[in-house]
């Protein structure tokens, strides 16, 4: 909104000439989503206290009982930041921009009604599992189906490291892009289990990826870097911004001790829009470097599962997801997160050299 309000009157005044700049709206939706979850925040962790959206902790898990009935669905709080941030500072005429407020707002329905249906039955199980994947299905079948018909948009696979390996997936890249945004959106949920632990990763992820949509929007730096180059892409980087600012003001409630948890709202949301910005900018791939904690966290559930019903109860963990199997090790909560903290930010440095290395 402001700048199809005030770019126009750079013909005029010179200085709104600075509008144009991506790089310049993204920091200021950054800025704009942090200070708008920080002064809103008190409010809409009131609002959903008195609401008495109150999370349900599992009696099987580590002890955590005292976290029981603090307020959930904190994730409404995000999306109302993101969504303010990217309408005042993002070109509203680009396509790739309201697909992302598509996937991001999707994604973030389907958690809603899981939440919603916690909250109702005072028990921690919400939606089906076959429910909520049915729902994350449509949602990316639909904005990946659009995408792919987009004239600037390829269905070729860039391959990380290898410049010239660039297989065309055809038709086949609809059902593997849907693949990469539900397995993001799922992988994001199963870390949400401490405070902060998810979110600060996401934050990490996000900027990463402002980085790699701006390298692939910008037709200089994508011939120079040897990446994809798709014309308007750019603009998603305003989205990641946003994505930043939100998720560092959520943070600001969600640290430890949380006076408020994102729920399935925020996770789901969040996870699917990273994986729908990996797809705009064919990192699809490297999404797994970029998120590779989310990727380690569900692998832990899957081979935890797996070992369970092969061996006749057997566990390769003491618990999963893997975060919950060092609580059970005697580390504290806080440690835990920092060190997964500390394990993004060399993931995302790792996936950003790669720009290079081809």
């Known amino acids: 909104m402001i700048y199809h309000l005030l770019y126009p009157l750079s013909d005029t005044i010179s200085v709104f000439n600075v509008f144009r700049y991506i790089t310049f709206r993204s920091v200021y939706a950054m800025v704009t989503a942090l200070v708008l979850a920080i002064v809103v925040g008190p409010t809409c962790i009131e609002w959903l206290r008195r609401l008495k959206v109150g999370q349900y902790i599992k009696e099987c898990g580590p002890d955590h009982q005292q976290k029981s009935g603090t307020p959930t669905m904190g994730g409404l709080l995000y999306g109302l930041c993101l969504l303010v941030s990217v309408f005042l500072w993002a070109d509203l005429t680009n396509p790739f921009i309201w697909l992302c407020v598509f996937v991001f707002v999707g994604f973030g329905l389907v958690g809603l009604v899981d939440d919603y249906l916690k909250v109702v039955r005072r028990h921690n199980d919400g939606l089906s599992a076959r429910g909520k994947l049915l729902g994350q299905v449509l949602v990316a079948l639909g904005a990946v189906s659009v995408l792919v018909a987009l004239p600037q948009y390829s269905t070729k696979l860039m391959v990380p490291f290898f410049k010239h390996l660039q297989p065309d997936l055809s038709w086949l890249y609809i059902p593997f892009a849907v693949f ?18 998810a979110i600060g990763p996401a934050v990490v992820c996000a900027a990463c990826f402002a980085v790699f949509v701006y390298v692939a929007g910008h037709v200089n730096l994508a011939n120079y870097l040897q990446v994809a180059y798709i014309s308007g892409v750019g603009e998603v980087a305003v989205f990641c911004g946003a994505m930043v600012g939100a998720g560092l003001g959520f943070l600001w409630f969600n ?27 064919k990192q699809e791939l490297l999404l797994a470097v970029v998120g590779g904690l989310f990727v380690v966290e569900t692998l832990s559930v899957i081979l935890q ?54």
């Open 305 to 358: 599962v797996g070992y369970f019903k092969m061996t006749g109860g057997r566990r390769i963990l003491r618990m999963a997801p893997l975060h919950h199997h060092f609580e059970k090790c005697g580390l504290h909560e806080s440690k835990i997160i920092v060190r997964f903290w500390i394990l993004s930010i060399l993931l995302a440095v790792l996936a950003l050299g790669t720009l290079k290395l081809r």
């Open 180 to 197: 990469v945004l539900t397995g993001s959106s799922n992988a994001v949920n199963l870390t949400d289990g401490l405070d902060g632990l």
């Open 255 to 281: 640290a430890y001790p949380a006076q408020v948890f994102m729920g399935d709202v925020g996770s789901l949301s969040i996870g699917g829009a990273l994986g729908f910005v990996a797809v705009l900018c």
